[in-house]
């Protein structure tokens, strides 16, 4: 990707105030290892504070199964939330029922990550654009419907003639462009873009990445953008989540997080990436494959892997997630941050 593009933090407007705000969100899953077994529970997101405003994008990043999609697909009441609350546009929506929910699935949207799966090879690219639309009931006509999808196509970079093609005629690019139109179909304010990129090749990643970076900019949506690639995110999102086993363990603007990366498992995210390696900046090796989430180690998740534990501290209390310089606005959840 060029190094030449804008810096996230100085595109498009951002509204003062959150249009979603999470506060202490949990997500357990019960996993029973026999019928007569009492379950144990997999702390897919454990306690997730976050806001998100009006045209800005908020990146999650984090190794495969830190609780990334769970948490997004929470925020999106896809799941049903264990614990906390979310508020979205000043409604509650922790346990709205799903009549009343409707109207707000409508105006939160999720891309999936494989393009490939999650279109109905069935169905036509102009069934699949409308179908929203119809649910919806955003159409007076079905040439109106018609009319929108094509009108939603052409925002995606894709011709009106593609519409009476199938999900196996397109290309991975055009799926997921077929993938993101069915999303904006239905006008939403807030989109959740679950790994967008990771299931196509290197090649047409750049291109849907400015898409949606375009969009997001375009249309002021709320994002939500997740990938375990911190390239990807570090240059789409204007603020940036790292996640760990569920919590979230350092957020701020994606340039305070990829400059200082406070958090030992935040810099060793970057050291894995070489070329996001200024010199001079301490690297961290990381060890080891992350624990389980159905046992989450005590007091830090990351002490087990972590070359800064501390004996009797870092493994009995768990930090909380606190701004190092009160105002920053850029929060960290351990007790001894990397500070060079
Ligand atoms: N529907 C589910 N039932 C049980 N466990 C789940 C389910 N979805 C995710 N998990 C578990 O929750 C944890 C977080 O998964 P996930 O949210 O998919 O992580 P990520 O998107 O970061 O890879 C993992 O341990 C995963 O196995
Ligand atoms: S709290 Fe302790 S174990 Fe956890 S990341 Fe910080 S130094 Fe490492
Ligand atoms: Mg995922």
């Not at 999650?60 to 009441?77: F, H, P």
């Not at 750049?206 to 953008?225: H, S």
């Amino acid at each position: 990707m060029s190094e030449e593009k804008k810096a996230p933090a100085s595109r498009g407007r951002v509204a003062a105030a959150p249009l979603l705000q999470v506060d202490k969100l949990s997500k357990l899953f019960p996993v029973r290892s026999g019928p007569f077994e009492s379950p144990r529970f997999i702390h897919a997101v454990d306690g997730v504070t976050l806001y998100v405003r009006r045209g800005e994008t908020l990146g999650i990043v984090g190794e495969s199964g830190s609780g990334k999609s769970t948490l997004a697909r929470t925020i999106l009441r896809l799941h049903e939330p264990t614990l906390g609350r979310i508020v979205f546009d000043d409604v509650d929506i922790t346990r709205l029922p799903d009549g009343d929910l409707r109207a707000m699935r409508r105006r939160m949207q999720y891309v999936f990550q494989d393009p490939y799966s999650s279109l109905n090879p069935r169905m036509t690219v102009r069934e699949i654009v409308s179908e929203g639309i119809a649910i919806f009931k955003l159409a007076r006509a079905g040439a109106m419907a018609d009319a929108m999808a094509a009108a939603t196509l052409e925002k995606v970079g894709l011709r009106p003639d593609m519409m009476g093609r199938y999900p196996h005629e397109l290309s991975g690019g055009q799926r997921q462009r077929v993938g993101i139109a069915r999303a904006l179909a239905v006008g939403p304010d807030l989109l959740a873009c679950d790994e967008p990129v990771s299931a196509l090749d290197v090649s047409v990643q750049a291109q849907v990445i400015n898409l949606l970076e375009r969009l997001q900019e375009e249309l002021g949506l709320c994002m939500l953008f997740i990938s375990h690639d911190l390239r990807v995110v570090q240059y789409t999102a204007h603020r940036t989540a790292v996640m760990y086993l569920g919590r979230i363990v350092e957020m701020g603007t994606t340039a305070d997080v990829a400059e200082k990366r406070h958090h030992p498992y935040t810099r060793a995210l970057f050291s894995a990436i070489p070329s996001l390696t200024p010199d001079g900046k301490k690297r961290l090796v990381l060890q080891g494959e992350p624990p389980s989430a159905m046992d989450p180690p005590k007091g830090c998740a990351f002490h087990p892997r972590c070359p800064s534990m501390e004996k009797g501290r870092c493994d009995v209390e768990a930090p909380t997630l606190e701004e190092l310089v009160p105002g920053s606005h850029h929060r960290v959840a351990c007790w001894h941050p990397e500070m060079d």
